[in-house]
């Protein structure tokens, strides 16, 4: 895939390389793409529309409600302002709206953590469903490494280095990244969501003996199929071994 990475949506599977003109067309103005007058207003609809489509019981709807979830959290797409007041709901849902609670506790938290969908389909079998689930995730997933990005180039002092999470969230980013051997076409987590998880990781700053283990393993079998992984997992152990990160 030649692409530039301006060609491309914030929906495929990131870029590691990018040209000089690239970053001058996609980063030009990322505070002007949305309305920055009301970026709070900008932002909560977005999400509440996201949640609508969710809710739906069509696997499109669903898919388009995840990916506009994924581009809320892109700053190329809606700008930062607006990027970085939905960060935080998409990490920890604290807000006082119902809705966007439940978009945290419904479809980020039972995505991640308890692979599960809110709206259950019965006129598909049960593959299919597995498969919608996991592509769900995958997006979930990418929305929330999005996230974290954010909330961590917002820090301003040392002790707010790392974000805190629930430990289930990163329970659950360990085993993704024990899929950095699967092929892309299971419906357990694959190479592409180790590459998020090792990623996210690195960002949140556990370590410890059996997740370096993890992505050591990670980063040698991105070296023969996944770049992108391999890269992820090799800062993230720059990351961990750099401190006393414990989880």
């Known amino acids: 895939d030649r692409r530039y990475i301006r060609q491309t949506t914030v929906t495929e599977y990131p870029r590691l390389l990018q040209t000089s003109r690239d970053e001058t067309?996609?980063?030009?103005?990322?505070?002007?793409?949305?309305?920055?007058?009301?970026?709070?207003?900008?932002?909560?609809q977005g999400l509440e529309n996201a949640y609508m489509?969710?809710?739906?019981?069509?696997?499109?709807?669903?898919?388009?409600?995840?990916e506009s979830l994924v581009m809320h959290t892109d700053i190329h797409s809606v700008g930062q302002e607006v990027a970085r007041i939905t960060a935080p709901i998409i990490i920890h849902g604290h807000v006082d709206t119902v809705i966007l609670q439940r978009l945290y506790s419904d479809w980020m938290y039972g995505l991640i953590v308890e692979r599960r969908l809110v709206v259950v389909f019965t006129d598909i079998c049960a593959n299919d469903a597995e498969?919608?689930?996991?592509?769900?995730?995958?997006?979930?997933?990418?929305?929330?490494?999005?996230?974290?990005?954010?909330?961590?180039s917002t820090t301003t002092t040392t002790t707010d280095h790392y974000v805190v999470v629930p430990d289930t969230i990163r329970a659950a980013l360990l085993q993704d990244l024990q899929g950095a051997t699967r092929?892309?076409?299971?419906?357990?987590?694959?190479?592409?969501?180790?590459?998020?998880?090792a990623q996210c990781l690195g960002i949140l700053g556990c370590s410890g003996e059996s997740i370096l283990d993890l992505l050591e393993n990670a980063a040698a079998a991105g070296r023969a199929t996944h770049l992108v992984l391999a890269t992820n997992a090799r800062k993230a152990l720059r990351t961990m071994t750099k401190g006393d990160w414990e989880c």
């Open 183 to 197: 092929p892309p076409s299971t419906v357990l987590s694959s190479a592409h969501e180790a590459a998020l998880a």
């Open 131 to 152: 498969l919608h689930m996991r592509n769900l995730r995958a997006l979930a997933l990418r929305a929330y490494t999005n996230s974290l990005q954010l909330l961590m």
């Open 53 to 66: 489509l969710l809710c739906k019981d069509r696997m499109e709807a669903q898919v388009l409600g995840m």
């Open 25 to 44: 067309l996609l980063l030009r103005s990322p505070s002007s793409v949305a309305d920055s007058t009301v970026p709070e207003q900008t932002a909560i």
